[in-house]
């Protein structure tokens, strides 16, 4: 007889035999002991799972002569053909290469005439998925009301592809990947079984690269015994697998530790250059990581260990690291295997993740990862703003201005929008030219900063008065005002812009053009600008847009005090006299 992989050769033939899905077996046992097995089964989950496995146990279990039974004989005739696969009322149909509307109703011919040699005839339809629309039509009456002596199972890897049509007609059951424990006590029966000795951690190896999936560790398995001379060894699984010893990792995890960045990517680069994949080498960081995590939480955690063994030096090194840096890296990790997913670029990823790794420092936040750019903006604005509220709490919780010139405040006519102009005052008490030319200056780059349609909002928007922590700008329309001053996202990356450039996060406050206009108006006569006042403070340096003015009175300027105290709050820049 010719060889036989050992994912076939050690099948289970029972459900005793299965590994993991208890929740699975104990439901089709109690079934089959009270003779209550319905017309259709749909058994979903991962490659490698045993659904198929668990497909022909139940079609044993079914048909088995020493029935009612939660377990086959596997020794009458029927159980021994069913193994077999020569059972005539036991038909295995392969989806994937039969999806046609044909193959399934030559089937739904066929499944009205009873069983030849058995109770049930039971069709096991594997990788479902498959099958087209018109087939899954055709088998939709068939599969709600079939024959009492029929059964499907239908098996599947993707049962999001299913019509829900189908799914409903069936009682579904979800296998779980197994455990690595799971995986390496079958390992272990099948080398005791062949008489080969072995490593418990190269068996912990080949379970991690399975990712939950018997077929492929047995497969893995098979490919080691025949690269071993003797027993398995971890070595061998390494060279097999391609997968990267725990030392390798413990050396590179220490040079992180210590900073020493050369040593680090020296010695990714060899491993590269040995064959190893960097996506793969991603993942083993990311296992090697949370087993340390593991460890640091809970030293009696060591049989949840993936990748390495509870060695004293690993004990040692998980101490060594503090949790939030351990989260820190797995999520570095995490996001740089995500990109390299769709990169042909994958050492550069992984690269530049150990680099990160190497000048990670945890912070204040629980993940220890900084902020991007356009948050640092947000989060600037935010402070800003408490730090005037907390201003306006120590003034009785009112703003100073809304206290000194309540009825100074623009009121919305119709759909217009309220300017803050409590505010608005308080930035003209303390506004300057200098800051005003600031906030010109950087007005350009800001508006760059945006995208265009955001930054139409303020094509026909000026900044019109500033001091160190504000500026005010007017907009033409009221609605592009509102549009503006509800964005917070733009604001945050306008003002962010800006104060990259300026050095200093400044708070944007919006008004239309008409209420500046009275604004400015009352804020003037309100102030006493209008009148002489020779003692005002001279620091006030220019703070409002220029007037439109002309310019023949400037000759009269010089000797007229209201013209002079206009000067020393606005800059002559911004003073035009005329005579009426």
Known sequence: MTYQAFYRVYRPQSFREMS??????????????????????????????GKTSTAKIFAKALNCENAPAKEPCNECATCI??????????????????SRVEEMRDIIEKVRFAPADARFKVYI???????????????????????EHAVFILATTEPHKLPATIISRCQRFDFKRLSS?????????????????????????????????????????????????????????????????????????????????????????????????????????ITFFRDLLLLKTDGTLEDLLEFISPEEKFVILAQDFDADTLYGFID??????????????????LETALLKMAQYKANGNSQGVALAPELEGKVASIENRLGLLSQQLQNGGIPAAAKEQPRQRVR???????????????????????????????????????????????????????????????????????????????VASFTGRIASEAGVQYELLCIPEQAWGTLRESFIRDNGLDQKNPTQDESADGLI????????????????????????????DFVDVVEE
């Open 412 to 490: 919305p006519q119709g759909n217009q929008y309220n300017a803050p102009t409590g505010r608005i005052q308080e930035v003209l008490k303390t506004a300057t030219k200098s800051d005003l030319q600031k906030i010109k200056s950087t007005w350009a780059l800001g508006l760059s900063s945006l995208q265009k349609s955001q930054a139409a909002l303020l094509a026909d928007a000026e900044p019109v008065a500033a001091n160190a922590s504000a500026f005010v700008v007017k907009f033409k329309y009221d609605i592009h005002c509102q549009m503006v001053a509800d964005n917070n996202a733009l």
């Open 181 to 285: 424990i799971d995986i390496v006590e079958r390992m272990k029966v099948v080398l005791e079984d062949i008489e080969m000795g072995y490593d418990e951690q190269a068996l912990k190896s080949i379970a991690q690269a399975s990712a939950g999936g018997m077929r492929d560790a047995l497969s893995l398995l098979d490919q080691v015994v025949s690269f071993s001379n003797e027993s398995v060894q971890l070595e061998d699984v390494l060279l097999v697998t391609g997968s990267v010893s725990q030392d390798a990792f413990y050396e590179i995890t220490l040079s992180l530790q210590q900073k020493e960045v050369a040593q680090v990517l020296s010695r990714v680069e060899e491993l590269i250059s040995d064959g190893k994949e960097p996506l793969r080498l991603a993942e083993d960081f």
């Open 20 to 49: 993991g899905q208890t929740h699975v077996k104990r439901t089709l046992q109690n079934a089959l002991l009270a003779s209550k097995t319905t017309h259709a089964y749909l058994f979903s989950g991962p490659r490698g799972t």
């Open 545 to 572: 847009e220029e007037p439109a003015f002309g310019d023949e009175a400037e000759l009269h300027a010089a000797q007229d005090p209201l013209v002079t105290e206009a000067e020393q709050r606005f800059g002559k």
């Open 332 to 349: 570095i990790l995490a996001k740089t295997q995500q990109e390299m997913r769709f990169s042909h670029h994958t050492k550069i990823y």
């Open 81 to 98: 053909s069913i193994t077999e696969g020569s059972h005539t009322d036991v038909i295995e149909f392969d989806a994937a290469s039969n």
């Open 125 to 147: 339809i594997d990788e479902v998925h498959m099958l087209s629309t018109s087939a899954f039509n055709a088998l939709l009456k068939t599969l709600e009301e079939p024959p």
